[in-house]
């Protein structure tokens, strides 16, 4: 797999990686065994960069990680997790303290002395403003539970102001096929800085897996039925922010593209790689199988001129509307 580096992280990582937000909980039921059935497949196809969270089911899915760690101990893998979403949200808790006592779990968790990469995740826009709150990351980083930070953000606003943050190693940000306002601003500035981009929610949630229909229904403990209108946590982070009914009639638009020899998620993960800018993408998955197929997006051709003008005409006329100004 094609790798690409984290350059203040002194890092290089395979592009295509994998998001365990599914693994902890809120996209329905999960098991032990399918979790760890989808580590192992995503690591043999190639996968180097794991991306959790200390509040993907309280804990579960970096503890699912860790046993995975240590059943391959030679695993050269990247993980990054993140923190600061297990208290209320109010820039007065991203405090050394917290941060000692958040990472503290994570490593136990994880079972590491040094976490890899720990991200602020999505907190108060006041937070990326605070000298302190980036003081007291790079504490960390001399404290050494942690070799490096970055920051998990919901804005392309609140990614610039990191990206200006000389300790800043990363930005993560929704950047998909339906979710384009980043390719103005944010990753040129993280490109000029050596900030890794890390795209999360790259296929909106699954509308761009093209498996979805108007008929589709998802599990009662699952954000696509519970957060459609953000009503547990930010709307984009569900469907990325769009209408499903606006987005299932991008998907139909798109389809055409797709061709033969690849699947409509392929053609969306690799639309996100031709972006210059991007490290790496965090494709989730429920089954090995389709954590398989994932990987599999870094072995596609780029897309062509057509293709790429076409993706953007159909964001142009069915998404931009909706979405751009919002984040």
Not at 145 to 153: I, K, L, M, N
């Given at each position: ?131 302190r709150v980036f003081d007291a990351l790079d504490t960390l980083v001399a404290e050494k539970r942690v070799a490096g930070y970055g920051v998990s953000v919901e804005t392309c606003d609140q990614a610039l102001t ?25 990753l040129p500035a993280a490109a000029a800085a050596g900030v890794g981009v890390v795209a999360r929610v790259p296929l909106a949630s699954g509308l761009l897996s ?118």
């Amino acid at each position: 797999m094609e790798q690409r580096n984290f350059d203040r992280l002194g890092r290089h990582v395979g592009i295509i990686g994998l998001g365990a937000w599914q693994l902890g909980a809120d996209w329905g039921e999960v098991s032990e065994d399918a979790a760890l059935d989808v580590l192992t497949a995503a690591v043999d196809a190639g996968v180097t960069f794991l991306d959790t969270a200390d509040v993907y089911g309280d804990g579960r899915s970096e503890q699912l990680i860790g046993r995975f760690l240590r059943a391959r101990p030679e695993h050269g893998l990247t993980v990054a997790t993140k923190m600061g979403r297990r208290v209320p949200q109010t820039p007065e808790a991203y405090t050394l303290e917290n941060f000692r006592a958040w990472t503290d779990r994570s490593r136990a968790n994880l079972g590491v002395d040094t976490l890899d990469l720990v991200q602020l995740h999505c907190p108060p826009t006041a937070v990326f403003a605070d000298d302190r709150v980036f003081d007291a990351l790079d504490t960390l980083v001399a404290e050494k539970r942690v070799a490096g930070y970055g920051v998990s953000v919901e804005t392309c606003d609140q990614a610039l102001t990191a990206i200006a943050r000389p300790g800043v190693a990363s930005v993560q940000i929704i950047l998909n096929a339906v979710r384009h306002k980043p390719l103005e601003r944010v990753l040129p500035a993280a490109a000029a800085a050596g900030v890794g981009v890390v795209a999360r929610v790259p296929l909106a949630s699954g509308l761009l897996s093209g498996r979805y229909d108007e008929h589709t229904t998802f599990p009662e403990n699952d954000h696509r039925t519970f957060n459609r209108h953000g009503e547990s946590f930010d709307v984009g982070e569900t469907f990325s922010g769009v209408d499903y009914d606006l987005g299932l009639a991008a998907v139909r638009r798109l389809a055409p593209l797709v061709g033969d020899g690849r699947t409509m998620a392929q053609f969306a993960l690799r639309w996100i790689l031709d972006q210059p800018g991007v490290t790496v993408v965090i494709p989730g998955a429920r089954s090995a199988e389709q954590a398989r197929r994932n990987a599999e997006a870094a072995g596609q051709p780029p897309l062509t001129e057509v293709e790429l003008a076409s993706v953007r005409a159909t964001y142009d006329e069915l998404i931009r509307p909706q979405v751009h100004d919002r984040w």
